[in-house]
């Protein structure tokens, strides 16, 4: 008697409820598509924000990597995602009524864990637990504490280019945030400040450290070791426009200042690479005399 043997991928994508997920993107894309709009506008209209573009087709391409643990893992319910898909629901009409863009954004996020942990269960959540961190990127900060943080980074970065310019024999006056040349001035704005290498740098120290390192814990040391780097490359990257500026003026504006910016991020990375590498040696060190 002859028998037939499915392949064991063809059970594991049968088991999985594809009419039920189809329905729930649906669902979301109804409730969320103006959200998920504006805030794709943002990341076109926004350099702060032109990273956001990046991070769900990397989340992705990290959750397709998983496919093989995703598909082997039993689809359990958990009734507890319909809490998390109404807490969704109930932030999404709090962010709107009260115009908070990031109530309402973070609210997607709610909502898709939701629907995840409803059709899927607790281990699927926990296997994309990642990805789904990385998401978190794509959303702005609050503005209040947008606000809070980069003042602080301007009146740094200001600080560091005027002690740094007055070391190099170059005459300026700092007033708060503008640095005043001999002749002109030089403006660190909020654009200046920083945040936007931060922000990029923070999500790209995560996938380095996803890519080129097993360690759980070594995506927590860098991502806390961004700080530091990108306050520093910026605070540099200021400094360097004022020892330009005062040299010719135009190659510290348009083109020049950007390319500037890029040059300064690169540099920024690769310290963060630098930083991968001690850390490596000192845990390695430390195993050895353990």
């Not at 956001?52 to 507890?80: C, H, T």
């Not at 998401?135 to 009146?155: E, H, S």
């Amino acid at each position: 008697m002859a028998t037939t043997t499915e392949p064991v991928a063809d059970l594991r994508l049968n088991a999985i409820p594809w009419m039920k997920i189809a329905w729930a993107a649906a669902l979301l894309a109804l409730c969320f598509g103006d959200v998920l709009f504006d805030m794709a506008k943002e990341w076109y209209t926004d350099d702060d924000m032109s990273h956001g573009f990046f991070v769900p087709v990397v989340a992705g391409y990290v959750a397709w990597q998983r496919r093989d643990k995703i598909l082997s893992l039993p689809m359990e319910s958990n009734p507890f995602g319909i809490v998390l898909i109404i807490w969704g629901g109930l932030q999404l009409i709090l962010g709107t009524i009260g115009a908070e863009m990031f109530v309402s954004r973070t609210a997607f996020l709610v909502s898709l864990i939701g629907v995840l942990l409803y059709l899927g269960g607790t281990r699927l959540v926990r296997e994309l637990a990642f990805p789904l961190f990385l998401l978190v990127f794509m959303i702005r900060i609050p503005a209040i504490i947008y606000k809070q943080i980069t003042f602080p980074l301007q009146l740094f970065a200001s600080e560091v280019a005027e002690k740094s310019l007055s070391l190099l024999g170059i005459p300026v006056l700092r007033e708060g945030n503008i640095l005043e040349l001999a002749d002109h001035k030089l403006s660190v704005v909020e654009a200046c400040s920083g945040i936007r290498s931060l922000l990029s740098l923070s999500f790209l120290s995560l996938i380095y450290a996803y890519f080129f390192d097993t360690k759980i814990w070594m995506r927590a040391a860098l991502l806390i070791a961004t700080i530091p780097i990108a306050v520093a490359a910026n605070a540099f990257r200021v400094t360097l426009t004022g020892i330009v500026s005062d040299w010719k003026r135009e190659f510290a504006e348009g083109f020049f200042h950007s390319m500037e910016g890029w040059v300064v991020f690169l540099v920024a990375f690769v310290i963060l690479i630098a930083t991968h590498q001690i850390l490596n040696r000192a845990y390695s060190a430390l195993k050895r005399t353990s």
